[in-house]
């Protein structure tokens, strides 16, 4: 996680296992969003068991947050 704030010009690693979990759980929340609507990739990532899986890596970021920080 150092090596990712710096690359990205951020002061340090605070805070960011929480942000990367929040970020993912968005982007499931856009998926299932944009899926009910019909847009594709998400229907077909949906109908698939993408969602469940893009779910799982925020559960696994918040369950492993130890690793990152």
């Given amino acids: 996680m150092?090596?990712?704030a710096a690359a990205y010009g951020l002061?340090?690693?605070n805070g960011l296992v929480d942000r990367?979990?929040?970020r993912q759980r968005l982007d499931?929340?856009?998926v299932k969003l944009l899926a009910g609507k019909g847009v594709e990739p998400q229907r077909t990532w949906v109908a698939e068991g993408?969602?469940?899986q893009v779910e799982a890596r925020?559960?696994?970021t918040e369950r492993n947050r130890s690793l990152l920080e």
């Fill in 11 to 13: 002061p340090g690693t």
């Fill in 20 to 22: 990367v979990a929040r």
């Fill in 58 to 60: 925020a559960v696994w």
């Fill in 28 to 30: 499931a929340a856009r």
């Fill in 2 to 4: 150092r090596i990712f």
């Fill in 50 to 52: 993408m969602l469940a």
